[in-house]
């Protein structure tokens, strides 16, 4: 016996794919469904179909003062899951949490996702003046700040090859957006072992990053110390706090069971 109405496995991928991009949308700033078609090109009806279903599935949220739509709970439950489990802070929320105090700023962890580098840990020292944070921080292009370029530097070359073929939005002044230039500064950072970045996301700040390696010696995320700029420019300041920096990188990566060899 045939089903009635069935749903063709193309529009049903399809319609998967939608939800996944007005999630990830959505996930960087809140919007209502005429915004939302604009920005995705995509005509209203078919947009609010996908926000109404997103919405009764708790993975999206309307607000009813403004009518914008944001990432619901169930979407939160899930990333909360995702955290939960995953192997970096599995091992290294200790190491992490040592470190902190000594930082005086914002200590975070971000790993690669696409062409994306995305925030999996981020907590400023209490102790430490406020460091200016945007909400785009916590998914950015990799070849933006110094986290971004690590994490690139650190990809496989296809991967890279690829990444230096497409377009190099700028997402600030100061961005690379050269691809011969952007070249040199990845090679620049797997020669050094890390990288940094001045100013560029934010003028009152600047961020040293480091490699966090699992078993095989594959680089599976990048430790950063985003501090205030008269720390950074001080040589002996910057110098300390890379070397404090590195160090809390080894410890996680020896957790993860890797012994100083490189894939």
């Known amino acids: 016996m045939s089903e009635t109405n069935p749903t063709p496995r193309g529009q049903a991928v399809k319609s998967l794919s939608r939800s996944t991009l007005v999630m990830r949308v959505l996930a ?4 209502r469904p005429a915004e939302l078609s604009r920005e995705l090109d995509k005509p209203w ?3 609010y179909r996908t926000i109404r279903v997103l919405t009764e599935e708790g993975m999206l949220q309307r607000d009813p003062d403004t009518g914008e739509y944001s990432i619901g709970p ?3 439950a899930m990333a909360t899951s995702y955290l939960r489990d995953h192997p970096v802070l599995g091992v290294g929320l200790g190491h992490l949490e040592q470190a902190l105090p000594h930082v005086p700023g914002l200590l975070k962890v971000t790993e690669r996702s696409g062409s994306n580098a995305v925030t999996l840990f981020a907590e400023q020292n209490p102790q430490a003046g406020a460091v200016t944070r945007i909400r785009e921080q916590y998914r950015l292009p990799l070849h933006c700040a110094s986290f971004g370029l690590v994490l690139l530097a650190h990809a496989p070359d296809e991967v890279v090859e690829e990444y230096l073929a497409g377009p190099l939005t700028a997402v600030s002044p100061r961005t690379i957006t050269d691809p011969q230039d952007l070249r040199t500064r990845i090679a620049e950072v797997r020669d050094q072992g890390h990288a940094a970045s001045r100013a560029e996301l934010q003028d009152d700040n600047g961020s040293l990053s480091v490699p966090i390696r699992r078993k095989d010696g594959a680089v599976v995320a990048a430790l950063t110390a985003v501090l205030p700029l008269p720390v950074f420019d001080d040589d002996a300041d910057r110098s ?3 070397e404090r920096l590195s160090d809390t990188a ?3 990566s020896e957790a993860l069971g890797w012994r ?3 894939a």
């Open 250 to 252: 080894t410890r996680i």
């Open 240 to 242: 300390l706090h890379l």
């Open 28 to 31: 960087d700033r809140p919007m």
């Open 45 to 47: 009806a078919t947009i």
């Open 74 to 76: 169930m979407m939160w």
């Open 260 to 262: 100083g060899t490189y």
